[in-house]
């Protein structure tokens, strides 16, 4: 039996919202559970509601789209739940705003002038593309975005306090944001750093593969 993908929406625009309403009402694997056009509306609402994927459509104009993640973050982390798989789309693509938003924890970044089928591959694929990561390309839009290198100091007290796993992965990632080869009783294989990854963004409290990886780079772990 397929699992169907329940999906909530909010976007600023009421016509825009009706519009993907349609649109993944169409998919016969998903079902919209969900809609609204004020993030300040719909935190509370969606902080009680069992959904899979969270489509922020369009960066909206009553708040940032990475401040209503954190909140909703704070919200469902207070009450010990998991915070979603999030696609947001924009009018357009930039570095800055990437960045932003993997730092609240967003999945994924799309662009309105994208078709629909990459809408709907993007939440499709969401709960996978949480634990994603091209390493290469991250760095690059890190550096691109103009984004501070600074960490907080408490995320500095959990990398210090990681254990020899958790040491051991960082030593891997260093060495390919270096291209710097690891003996071979070192280096782990691609599918064992990804579900290395995939366990401390969860051992940590954190959201996606890509949020633990720029606050590694942040904290200056990366080279």
């Known amino acids: 039996m397929t699992k169907v993908l329940r999906v909530a929406i ?19 694997d998903m079902k919209v559970v969900f809609l609204g056009s004020s993030l300040e509306a719909s935190l509370q609402p969606l902080s009680s509601l069992t959904f899979d994927v969270l489509l922020l459509d369009q960066v909206l104009s009553d708040s940032t789209a990475s401040g209503f993640i954190r909140d909703l973050g704070a919200l469902l982390c207070a009450d010990d739940q998991e915070l979603p798989p999030i696609v947001v789309t924009a009018p357009f693509h930039s570095k800055r705003l990437e960045v ?11 662009s309105l002038e994208q078709p629909a089928e990459d809408l709907l591959y993007g939440l499709k694929n969401s709960p996978e593309e949480r634990y994603n990561f091209d390493l290469p390309d991250l760095l690059e839009s890190f550096q691109d975005s103009g984004s501070p290198s600074l960490t907080d100091a408490s995320f500095l007290g959990v990398v210090y306090d990681l254990d ?11 060495a390919q944001a270096l291209n710097t080869p690891l003996p071979s009783s070192s280096a782990l294989s691609a599918s064992k750093l990804k579900r290395g990854v995939r366990d401390l963004v969860l051992k940590l409290g954190l959201h996606t593969s890509k949020q633990l990886i720029y606050r590694l780079w942040q904290a200056g772990e990366l080279g």
């Open 10 to 28: 909010v976007g600023s625009d009421p016509s825009a919202v009706f519009g993907r309403e349609l649109l993944l009402g169409s998919q016969s």
């Open 164 to 174: 020899e796993d958790g040491r051991a992965l960082i030593a891997n990632l260093r």
């Open 100 to 110: 932003d938003l993997i730092d609240a924890g967003a999945t994924s970044l799309l």
